[in-house]
């Protein structure tokens, strides 16, 4: 693994919020004071922090996602024996996972509390909405991987800051994509087709608000259904609200929120699977759902295996992927398995997703089979959902739709029988009325996942959500009997780094917050240990 630094052009006033810290692992602490940031700026520039505010979602995507998450929702998987026990053998390192809970405070917050101090609350609420939407997508993400996070009083304190319980936190988003919502629509009405407000500032939309409104109602709905087994009435209350809201959800291919590279700034899946010469590589289990369905988007998200050995055993052209938590001598013996497409999918220059219409159109399929308002027919948003998918990756789907015999190939490694697996799925593709509810969330969580590639932070969250895809456990567990094989990893413990500098906090966290022990094994509040559906 190379050391991570981002070589990028920063906008001025993002610049001012993280003035005083490197591009490097070394951060400053995330409790800094909003009000003793330089506030020489005013709302004429403030629109030059919005691009980095965008990119910095996914700020140090190695080690934040890609050697956590991205593993653990079978997507992808490193070839590279970094440590004898690191994540991907549930061996957590805290030194990278550090990275996931800190740096959102840094390169989000910090940014975004500058925004509000410059009056751009009142001054410039379209702005402040969208502000708001990068903020809350951005937490999520924290709040989803540790669960009990500081939230609403991070920044007012140099010495301590408390942690909010994960259903406040989930209240807090709501509230703010209210705002968010209003302000968006209250600009929509009065500035009808304008983009001028952001314009080229906005890597993701390029200043179209109707876009951006999009986005809040579609995250809304991603969080409504993110809770429904922990808070089922606010779970359908917010779901409902977000499908029927002014504006609409994200619904075609031109609605994906993506932002461009720019200021020098790469592709990170580019850079951990090219530029660093294969510490990426497709995980076994995307591919043995991808095989078994014959599905013509693999080769977009991936490139075939050119090891010798994988060549001779199952032929050229091959996706074989690597299964998580193997025992890997050295990086040579697995890094020629089948990879990302770093050739015309993941390039230098490709911009990179935050959410999709094809995701919007699966939590409908959801919400329609709990029958809940305004979701519609469960079969044609489920359709929808594929179809969407593969507009999106330019793709035809044929006959995909009406497939209802592939299912998900067995996992056989050619190097090391040890490794192998029976397929532990028999979902297939094409959608059935009279199947069992339960049934019909695997078969809808399971395409929603394939369309949500490579966003491993999302397909870890419904994983642990729903049970499905089914997935395979490590083979290698040095947990130290902290995290279940069979029930896998659920959160990332809170890094050492709290217990330094924010002590009784993090421990008070622990000890009435959080629903078990400081470790990988313990549930986060909207993790629910019961009935699937």
């Given at each position: ?406 299912t998900e190939t067995a996992y056989v490694d050619p190097k090391n029988a040890a490794n192998n697996s029976p397929a532990l799925s028999t979902i297939t593709i094409q959608w059935d009325p009279a199947a069992a509810n339960e049934t019909k969330l695997e078969r809808i969580i399971t395409q929603k996942w394939i369309a949500m590639f490579p966003d491993g932070q999302e397909g870890w969250a419904d994983y642990r959500r729903t049970g499905y895809p089914r997935l395979f456990p490590v083979v290698n567990n040095t947990s130290g009997g902290t995290i279940s094989t069979t029930t896998q990893i659920r959160r990332l413990a809170f890094p050492q780094s709290e217990y330094t500098s924010n002590g009784a906090a993090v421990q008070n966290a622990v000890s009435g917050l959080l629903n078990g022990p400081d470790n990988g094994g313990t549930r986060l509040w909207w993790d629910v240990n019961k009935g699937n559906f």
């Open positions: 693994m190379k050391k991570y630094i981002s070589i990028r052009t920063i906008g001025l006033f993002a610049a001012a919020a993280i003035a005083g810290s490197s591009c490097t692992k070394n951060f400053e602490s995330y409790n800094t004071n909003p009000t003793s940031l330089t506030n020489s700026q005013s709302l004429a520039i403030i629109n030059s922090a919005y691009g980095p505010l965008e990119q910095e979602i996914y700020h140090n995507y190695q080690v934040a996602q890609n050697l956590s998450a991205d593993g653990f929702a079978g997507y992808l998987m490193s070839p590279t024996p970094f440590k004898a026990s690191y994540d991907l053998n549930y061996g957590l390192v805290d030194g990278w996972d550090r990275n996931g809970f800190v740096d959102q405070y840094n390169y989000i917050m910090a940014p975004v509390s500058k925004i509000a101090a410059a009056g751009a609350r009142s001054g410039r609420p379209e702005l402040w909405a969208v502000a708001l939407a990068i903020q809350v997508d951005a937490m999520n993400r924290v709040t989803d991987r540790f669960g009990p996070i500081p939230y609403s009083k991070a920044g007012t304190s140099l010495t301590a800051v408390p942690y909010d319980a994960q259903k406040d936190v989930y209240n807090m988003f709501f509230a703010q994509l209210d705002t968010a919502a209003s302000n968006l629509n209250t600009y929509i009405a009065a500035h009808p087709n304008d983009t001028t407000s952001l314009g080229a500032n906005d890597l993701v939309y390029q200043g179209h608000m109707d876009k951006w409104l999009k986005f809040v109602n579609s995250l809304r709905l991603r969080l409504a259904m993110r809770i429904v087994k922990a808070d089922a009435t606010t779970a359908q209350a917010q779901a409902e609200k977000a499908m029927t809201a002014a504006g609409g959800l994200m619904s075609t291919p031109a609605d994906d929120a993506k932002f461009q590279q720019s200021g020098g700034r790469n592709n990170d899946i580019w850079i951990v699977a090219f530029q660093y010469q294969g510490d990426c590589r497709l995980n076994a289990a995307i591919a043995t759902y991808m095989n078994g369905y014959n599905d013509p988007r693999l080769p977009k998200y991936a490139s075939p295996a050119t090891d010798p050995t994988v060549v001779a055993a199952v032929g050229s052209g091959k996706y074989v992927g690597i299964r998580i938590g193997i025992s890997i001598a050295a990086k040579a013996d697995y890094v020629n398995y089948a990879g990302p497409n770093t050739d015309q999918t993941f390039t230098q220059t490709a911009p990179q997703t935050l959410m999709t219409a094809a995701e919007s159109w699966f939590l409908k399929a959801e919400a329609a089979v709990r029958g809940w308002n305004g979701a519609g027919d469960a079969k044609t948003d489920y359709e929808t959902g594929i179809n969407t998918s593969f507009q999106q990756w330019g793709v035809s789907a044929g006959g995909y739709l009406s497939d209802a015999t592939s």
